[in-house]
């Protein structure tokens, strides 16, 4: 073993070159993997969630599954009747929206962020609806809202850090003071930025923002102030508008539904219901359905990342094979001396093998310590801002180490066979 | 006394090119007794280095045989010879040909590695050696910081670790003064009076082949 650092040492800039092809590549692999894992962890618990539900959403909707900001909504009497299809156990309405006030002269928002920005999620405490996956979340402090908390709120993780907020404190969201109810604690998905509220003045606030809803809303309480007799001297086409405003209400501001289904029924089956009778009102996304479009998604995703890296590595791995190329024609004479004491070629084909093997372990080293410096280094500039984007673990840095070996190894093999099979009579001649 | 190599008819030939073959073997034939002492002599060209080459089963003759201490050893296989090498035969070479990176102690350890010595009976031996060299205070010390006589005497040791029955030099004095040249010379002999091992040696210094007890000599690849 002293014998191959020595042998490394010989060429100490040369080896130091090939050793930086490693540690680029496997540096690039760790920071990406961890990047992929931390994505797929929050891909799987929002994974979790919507397979534990089927979402409805109202047609149309601009961004399917995030609910946000279209002015299509689901209304009450759409999700009564959709309770009453087959299998339907519970239907949940439910209301998401950002936690901050859109700003109207750049309602996309301007930056680009990972990770779930915070967002409102308001559930009815009145419904006996509950995702199946859902039931529980562990609670860091305090405990989550329930019936009667229409004024409080449970936070997750990233808003308490962000916003340094203690249960019993009070939070100011879009002009309103709500009480810190609890906190949950880190689930490492899309909770840890969510505000868990009423759905009471979430709709509220959602009505507020939607300048569309707004007016909406500023017509129905006009309509209603209008009494029959003065409607019915009206002009037909004004009556029929005002009786339209009139028939708004604010349970029908959903912008989302969760459904679940009674034991022993197929999940499928019953999505497939609720879409058949309501084609043209609904959406429906159905557990399986849901849960295979998220894995679709992240296996490309994966392979995108995981490719570039590789792509590092080969590279890195060509670099090795060129090195020990030239360290077993400068060392011939070496290998004929040592074929001439005895040496098996397989013993010289091990000894060449474990330098490159080394050299891959050695760039993994220090190519994996720098990916997790970087990695924290980041995640703790962004863990204020509530966005961890790595996601370090333990077992993949020993994946990777071992990877790193494993592809010294194999790069160190097509040489080391050029050496072992070198005649020694010719080795010897090179003296 | 018995015989310990024997070989006839040796022929050899190397393709430099394609219409380039020397031919630096074309029929010798050469046998040793246990015990002896054998200096090749030629001039430079006449095979002697080839011949070393064949008795140590690093080249394979063209055609010919050749018994070491009872095997077939002409068309043996390089799977199996890499063992014969390890455990009968000792190499000393003109060059020292000590591994620039390995201490003279590592150096000696090595051969006992491909002999398949254990690692402390390989350290036990190899330090024994060095003393029995007088180079116990140089140890640990690289080869380049060893004077020509003392890396000679490391690589004597090395020939020596797996106790073969068989050493084979070549030109062993070649880049040592005259003085340094006797004192290996004598070191070897000592070695071959002593513990009765069979010395066979290249040179094409006259002197150096007088002390021996045989000569062979060569010229254009034949007998002489």
Redesign the interface.
């Given at each position: 073993m002293l014998e191959i650092f020595r042998n490394m040492w010989r060429r100490k800039f040369r080896t130091f070159l090939t050793i930086m092809g490693i540690v680029v590549g496997i540096f690039a692999f760790t920071v990406m993997g961890s990047l992929a894992l931390k994505l797929n962890k929050m891909i799987e618990g929002g994974k979790l969630y919507v397979t534990g539900q089927i979402t409805i959403m109202p047609k149309g909707s601009a961004v399917e599954g995030m609910g946000g900001g279209g002015n299509s909504m689901l209304p009450v009497d759409t999700l009564d009747k959709i309770a009453q299809v087959d299998g339907v156990d519970k239907v949940g309405p439910m209301v998401s929206l950002s936690l901050e006030e859109p700003d109207p002269d750049n309602p996309v928002g301007g930056s680009f962020s990972f990770g779930p920005t915070p967002t409102i999620e308001a559930s009815d405490l009145n419904s006996e609806y509950k995702n199946r996956n859902w039931q529980t979340i562990a609670m860091k402090e305090g405990r989550m809202i329930g019936k009667g908390d229409d004024n409080k709120v449970t936070i997750g993780i990233n808003i308490a850090t962000d916003k340094n907020l203690k249960v019993g404190d009070t939070i100011k969201i879009r002009g309103r003071d709500f009480e810190v109810l609890g906190i949950v604690d880190k689930t490492m998905t899309g909770p840890d930025s969510y505000v868990f509220m009423s759905i009471v003045p979430a709709r509220e606030m959602l009505v507020e923002s939607n300048p569309f809803l707004k007016s909406l809303k500023e017509q129905s309480d006009k309509a209603a102030s209008y009494s029959d007799a003065a409607l019915s001297a009206m002009p037909a086409d004004i009556r029929k508008q005002i009786i339209d405003a009139k028939a708004f209400k604010i349970e029908d501001v959903n912008t989302m539904a969760g459904v679940s289904w009674k034991d022993g029924y197929n999940s499928e089956d019953v999505a497939n219901r609720i879409k058949d009778q309501f084609k043209d009102k609904v959406s429906v996304l159905s557990p399986v359905k849901m849960g295979e479009e998220i894995d679709k998604a992240t296996t490309i995703f994966n392979a995108i990342i995981l490719g570039v890296a590789l792509i590092a590595l080969i590279v890195g791995g060509f670099s090795i094979i060129n090195t020990m190329i030239m360290s077993i024609s400068e060392r011939t004479k070496e290998i004929g001396i040592k074929k001439a004491l005895g040496a098996s070629g397989r013993s010289i084909a091990w000894e060449y093998t474990l330098e490159a093997g080394t050299i891959g372990l050695l760039g993994g080293l220090i190519g994996m310590g720098l990916g997790v410096l970087v990695a924290v280094l980041i995640n703790n500039r962004m863990a204020s801002r509530g966005a961890e984007i790595f996601l370090i673990e333990p077992n993949f840095l020993i994946e990777v180490v071992i990877f790193s070996f494993v592809l010294g190894t194999l790069a160190g093999i097509i040489p080391a066979i050029r050496a072992a099979r070198m005649r020694a009579v010719d080795a010897i001649r090179e003296l | 006394m018995k015989t310990i190599i024997s070989a006839k008819n040796l022929k050899k030939s190397y393709r430099m090119s394609k219409t380039n073959i020397i031919k630096a073997l074309k029929g010798v034939d050469f046998e040793v007794k246990e015990g002896d002492f054998t200096a090749i002599v030629g001039p430079s060209g006449c095979g002697k280095s080839t011949l070393l080459?064949i008795l140590?089963l690093?080249?394979r003759p063209d055609s010919g045989s050749l018994i070491i201490d009872d095997i077939d050893a002409s068309k043996m296989k390089?799977?199996r010879a890499?063992?014969l090498?390890?455990?009968k035969?000792g190499?000393v070479?003109?060059?020292f040909?000590l591994?620039p990176?390995?201490t003279a102690l590592?150096n000696i350890m090595?051969?006992g590695k491909?002999?398949g010595q254990k690692l402390g009976e390989r350290k036990r031996r190899a330090q024994e050696l060095l003393e029995m060299m007088g180079l116990k205070d140089r140890m640990n010390h690289r080869p380049n910081e060893l004077s020509g006589g003392q890396a000679q005497r490391v690589a004597l040791a090395?020939a020596l670790m797996?106790n073969p029955s068989i050493i084979l030099a070549d030109e062993p004095t070649g880049e040592l003064d005259s003085k340094t040249s006797l004192e290996i010379m004598e070191m070897l002999k000592d070695i071959n009076r002593k513990e009765n091992r069979t010395f066979v040696i290249v040179t094409h210094n006259d002197e150096v082949a007088r002390t021996c007890k045989k000569i062979v000599r060569l010229k254009d690849g034949k007998n002489v």
């Open positions: - | 080459h140590g690093l080249d390089e799977r890499y063992k090498r390890a455990k035969i190499f070479f003109q060059g040909n591994i990176t390995l590592e090595l051969a491909y002999g090395r797996n």
